[in-house]
């Protein structure tokens, strides 16, 4: 009985009651059943029924749910033809007095005279008086008889109780209604114990009125056993705590509190390596770190050490497991809360420290988007396998962060023992008198591993550097070149070493794997350490203070700013500001506003740039990429400027009693203010406050990325590699439509799309013609062998004609021109390495035959599978997944590039033929990938971290749009009235290229209109005040107003104002399947004799009468100005039979 872990009990109930977990989907079911037959409602031969099984295969819950919807509005019994009656009981209504009664008011009383005491009088002491009754409790807790009880105990009390009670009634023979009452009372405290929140029940309470916590509410919710235990912190073998930044830990390190470390134990199995490691363990017990807490022996038996009198007594054999304390090098689970993306849950070596926090390296902090003075992370237990051991999940995925290195001097020893990699080799230094130096190419070069080779730019290198006979040249050592691990020209920032694809970090993880990329940023990490613990970096005053002549050139354009602001403001006050087509006038008062606030901070952002020095160190850290950009500078050096919040003025939301306008035109709302240790009115910083604090909605939006995830969690890579969801529904055939990770692909340019014909030819056709090129690009006996061999030169006659029908599917495929593709295996630096390692000397004759690569890329295409298979279908698949490869690797492997521009050897051919099928398997995508949570937490992530980024660019009116968080809702909500509804139109014919021509149709005002091509109809509507809108005339049938027709017609555009009762059709100009309400024609033209309506002036004619179809009766005569007749034209007079469709003529 001592080791008894106790059984389960059970209550029988005296009478039955209903689950109501089951109540919903119970009474679903018996609404679709027919009453008298107990068939189905509805044939089972029914179309709609075989379509909801077809698509409710697996789905029970959505299968009900469906015929529930078709049979809940039958009234008859299509299987049995019987009528379902309704049965129940009518409840009589009740009478109303109706009659009329005086109620006196209640009488008026002083404040704080009949207030209701909150305590008694409290006598500690009976014999001294209390004139004064305190409002504040005693501290002392009120003595209880009993301890309080669980809330489920104290439910299931209850159901004892009153089950009791009715097995007695029933047992004294107690009348119906009693026993009636007695089950409805059971079935209330069974109810309540499963769900205290049904609706139309009273909520069972606790005596102090507390709603009691049931089964239903303990396991939903974010605080429920689901997500708030199992899925989330409160969990056992788990720590948690604040952290902060250890630059001197490696990126896969956590640095782990030695009160952690002391709690949380590694199940370690003993064997006859470890086992005298673990006796002294043993030995040391648990109050000494580090040691063990338990020792659990083959039997199963547990031995707690904290308790044991002498543990060094206690002896371990092999097949013993001791929970020892976490040590150095053991792997943990480390997760970031909420969990944003598939990065913030990664393994990582644990590095015992002392104090209170966790520690992780500086750069691993912008991966798992964490702040070091934030948010809390959890630890859960090491990994108990060998297998996890080996291989933690993602920390040496994660790409580096920005940095620069400047040039070293001195202290080169000392700082090469540091790192882990060096061989004892001290380079030669690049200056040798007055002393030696070495510069921070050298030391950079040092900690760069393998053969890398890499090409990039400065983040202020021109672009005009990049073409020309010099473009290797740049005088500004703004041209990175990386030759065989050597960092030959070239300053390093973020370009180069941060998280954009093709930087050195990047090219390392792909070509060396994760273990060198790990040291290779830990050297780098090392190196700038110890460059700060010599030359340091600091921002002060000084670096925020321009010049006298730059300050002066601010306040000139902020001056002129304001200015033209208010002739704005002037113009609108005064009914002269115009509308732009397709905006109201507040709309285009805020766009010319906005344009000209934009160009103000545009002009003095280029004028504090242009002041700073090279020594600055705000430029210095900007141009690094360190942190900061060149907006920042401009807030701080030039000025402030609002924008507008998604389209929104933040004057309206600016109270009166500040001496603003609300939505008035006034410039204080437009919050035009200086640089940032100016002075600024109260008034003039709200908007600029306001603009950040919307930001902080998109802390409140991580809803969003929940739903994505759940709808799409159970998405994974299955073995037969098709992507599908748990109920085994193919999502994709293959992923990414081609297999291939994301991680593994890069951008590459297809050589074959641009270039004209003629220099298609010259590059890519192998010129067996010319023996002379031949002889210098060839050895003889190849030369021969080709000029001899017609079957040769057929060969790559034909591999000539192969590029050229891919030429011809890239632009179908490309359109535009748009040669940049994301592949893998980037093929020219496979080739760079290839002529590094293999030592190729571009001016010797190569050994390559043409015919060996010609034959060597089609064996090498037929071994690239995605999709195994001989079926048609998967040879289709198999070709699209691998159709842009194939392309860039014909047209990159081709025989004449192979010879004359790389010069590669045979063996160095091989070589890169193997290296290009290895590359290309390690970058399917795995099986067992989530990709579903990947998709989703992608998305999730950078919505749910907007707050940073609005505060730090509040006040740019670029980054204020009606972007980010509210559109993505939108996408997501599938949103039926989006915030600011868009439509890009493209014209046809002349009016695509003459701007005047295009504005000739476009409606002004308030009233928007979407425009069709010709024989299509075009419906219009007003965003005004409906029929007292000025540019609107009301509609003959009685309707809401439309707008009135355009004065001028685009003479390859059929626009007819059509009432808002019509339905165009968009489909064909046919006749439309609704008849048209008669339409008044605008007064504005007296080609057609209109009166005006009431209220509005009679306008002069019409300078330029609507144009005229000379074959139509019912037109208005030609004129001199008719454009060409195949316009339409409105009628002469308004016709009640007057079609909107086309004239037939």
């Known amino acids: 009985m001592t080791e008894c872990p106790g059984h389960f009990g059970h209550i029988e109930l005296a009478k039955p009651v209903f689950h109501v977990g089951f109540l919903g989907k119970t009474m679903k079911i018996l609404r679709c059943v027919c009453f008298f037959c107990s068939k189905l409602l509805v044939d089972a031969n029914n179309p709609k029924i075989k379509d909801i099984l077809g698509k409710s295969k697996g789905q029970p819950k959505k299968r009900l749910t469906h015929v529930y919807d078709l049979c809940k509005g039958k009234n008859i019994c299509e299987g049995g033809e019987e009528m379902d009656h309704k049965f129940g009981v009518e409840q009589p209504e009740g009478d109303e007095d109706l009659t009329k009664e005086k109620v006196r008011t209640p009488p008026f009383y002083p404040p704080l005279t009949h207030l209701y005491p909150l305590y008694p009088p409290i006598s500690l002491l009976p014999s001294l008086p209390h004139p004064i009754n305190p409002l504040i409790p005693p501290l002392s807790p009120v003595p209880t008889l009993s301890p309080p009880r669980d809330d489920l105990t104290h439910k299931l009390a209850d ?172 792997i943990v689970i480390f997760n970031r809360q909420p969990t944003l993306h598939k990065m913030s849950m990664m393994g990582h070596r644990v590095r015992i420290l002392p104090w209170s926090t966790f520690r992780l390296n500086l750069r691993y902090l912008r991966r798992p988007k964490t702040a070091p003075n934030g948010p809390k992370m959890l630890q859960s237990d090491p990994v108990r396998t060998l297998a996890g051991r080996r291989h933690p999940s993602g920390v040496l995925g994660c790409l580096l962060g920005p940095l620069r290195v400047p040039s070293l001097q001195g202290e080169v020893m000392n700082l090469l023992m540091f790192l882990s990699t060096w061989d004892g080799k001290v380079p030669q230094p690049a200056i040798l008198k007055p002393r030696p130096l070495w510069t921070g190419k050298q030391i950079f070069s040092l900690i760069i591993p393998g053969h890398i080779n890499c090409i990039r730019t400065h983040s202020t290198h021109p672009d005009d550097e990049d073409s020309g006979p010099y473009k290797h040249i740049s005088p500004g050592d703004t041209k990175v070149i990386v030759e065989n691990g050597e960092l030959i020209m070239g300053i390093l920032c973020k370009k180069s070493l941060g998280t954009s694809a093709g930087s050195l970090v990047h090219i390392s993880y792909l070509e060396m794997g994760h273990d060198t990329t790990r040291l290779f940023y830990s050297n780098i990490q090392t190196v700038i350490n110890n460059w700060l613990l010599i ?92 942190k900061g950009s060149k907006i920042n500078i401009s807030q701080v050096r030039g000025g402030c400027f609002r924008g507008l919040l998604w389209g929104l003025e933040v004057g309206r939301r600016i109270s009166v009693g500040f001496g603003m306008v609300p939505g008035g035109f006034c410039m204080p709302l437009w919050g035009l203010y200086g640089r ?15 603009g950040a604090l919307w930001g902080l909605r998109g802390l409140l939006w991580r809803y969003i990325q929940r739903r994505l995830i759940k709808s799409m969690e159970s998405v994974m890579v299955k073995y037969d590699a098709t992507v599908r969801n748990s109920i085994n529904q193919v999502v994709q055939l293959r992923y990414g439509e081609d297999g291939l990770a994301g991680e593994s692909v890069e951008f590459q340019n297809l050589a074959t799309l641009k270039p004209s014909n003629k220099a298609f030819e010259k590059k890519f056709k192998f010129d067996y013609t010319n023996e002379r090129a031949l002889r210098r690009t060839l050895q003889e006996e190849l030369v021969k062998d080709i000029l001899s061999n017609a079957h040769i030169q057929n060969e790559l006659e034909r591999e000539f004609e192969k590029m050229r029908e891919d030429r011809e599917v890239l632009r179908v495929i490309f359109p535009t021109g748009d040669s940049k593709v994301v592949l893998p295996c980037n093929l020219l630096r496979m080739i760079w390495n290839a002529q590094k390692i293999f030592h ?125 968080v509210p559109r993505l809702k939108e996408l997501i909500n599938i949103s039926k009235k989006p915030k600011t509804p868009s439509l890009t139109v493209f014209l046809l014919g002349q009016s695509a290229r003459d701007a005047e021509r295009a504005k000739v149709g476009v409606p002004r005002g308030g009233c928007t209109a979407s425009w069709w091509p010709r024989g299509f109809m075009s419906l219009r509507s007003c965003g005004g005040p409906g029929a007292s809108c000025p540019r609107c005339v009301p509609t003959a049938c009685g309707g809401p107003a439309v707008p009135r027709p355009p004065l001028f017609v685009p003479t390859r555009v059929l626009v007819l104002s059509l009432c808002s009762h019509l339905v ?63 316009s339409v034209s409105p009628p002469r007079t308004s016709c009640a039979a007057w079609s909107t469709r086309r004239c037939a003529r």
């Not at 002060?540 to 306040?555: E, F, L, V």
């Not at 940032?676 to 306001?690: C, D, K, N």
């Not at 010879?899 to 091989?910: H, K, Q, T, W």
């Open 535 to 626: 030359e340091g970096h600091t921002i002060g005053i000084g670096d925020s203070i321009a010049d006298a002549k730059t300050y002066q050139d601010i306040q000139n354009t902020i001056k002129k700013a304001k200015q033209d602001v208010i002739e704005v403001i002037e113009k609108a006050h005064n009914n002269e500001l115009e509308p732009t087509p397709g905006n109201t006038l507040r709309q285009t008062f805020e766009n010319q506003v906005n344009r000209i606030l934009n160009d103000a901070r545009d002009k003095t952002g280029s004028s504090a740039q242009k002041s700073l020095s090279e020594y600055n160190n705000f430029k210095s850290m900007v141009v690094s990429g360190a």
């Open 159 to 330: 159901i004892v109780k009153i089950n009791n009670q009715l097995r007695r009634n029933e047992q004294n023979g107690a009348a119906a209604h009693v026993i009636a009452e007695d089950v409805k009372l059971l079935q209330f405290h069974v109810a309540t114990m499963v769900d205290n929140e049904l609706p139309g029940l009273p909520r069972a309470m606790q005596k102090s009125g507390r709603p009691l916590k049931s089964l239903k509410q303990r396991l939903k919710g974010k605080e429920g056993r689901v997500r708030g235990n199992l899925m989330g912190k409160r969990v056992d073998f788990s720590a948690r705590t604040v952290i902060t930044p250890d630059p001197n830990l490696a990126i896969d390190q956590v640095g782990v509190p030695r009160s952690i470390a002391a709690n949380m134990t590694f199940a370690e199995i003993v064997t006859p390596f470890n086992i005298d490691r673990l006796q002294e363990l043993v030995r040391r017990g648990n109050s000494q770190y580090p040691g063990a807490k338990y020792i659990i022996r083959d039997n199963g038996d547990r031995i707690d050490l904290r308790f044991h009198p002498k543990p060094s007594d206690l002896h371990l054999q092999t097949g013993y497991k001791v929970e020892r304390h976490m040590c150095d090098g053991d």
């Open 1064 to 1126: 165009p059709s968009l489909v064909s100009p046919g006749p439309s399947p609704y008849r048209p309400c008669a339409i008044p024609v605008s007064p504005y033209c007296l080609c057609v004799p209109i009166p005006a309506p009431p209220g509005h002036p009679v306008p002069s004619p019409c300078p330029h009468p609507v144009p005229t179809s000379p074959s139509c009766p019912r037109t208005v005569p030609a004129s001199p100005h008719r454009p060409p007749t195949d």
């Open 676 to 690: 940032l240790w100016w002075w600024w009115a109260p008034r003039s910083t709200f908007p600029r406050y306001v």
């Open 840 to 964: 190729i000397n571009s001016r010797l004759p190569s050994d390559l035959h043409p015919v060996k690569v010609v034959e060597g890329v089609k064996e090498l295409s037929r071994k690239l599978v995605i999709v195994n298979g001989e079926d048609p279908l998967s040879r289709q698949a198999q070709e699209n997944a691998t159709l842009l490869f194939n392309i860039h690797l014909r047209s990159t492997l081709c025989s004449r590039r192979m010879v004359e521009e790389f010069r590669l050897s045979g063996e160095a051919f091989d070589w890169l033929l193997g290296e290009i099928e290895s590359k290309f398997n390690q970058a399917i995508a795995h099986p067992g990938e989530m990709v579903g949570a990947l998709a989703a937490q992608s998305l999730g992530e950078p919505a749910t971290q907007m707050t940073l980024n609005t505060f730090h660019y509040a006040g740019v009116s670029a980054k204020n749009v009606t972007l980010g």
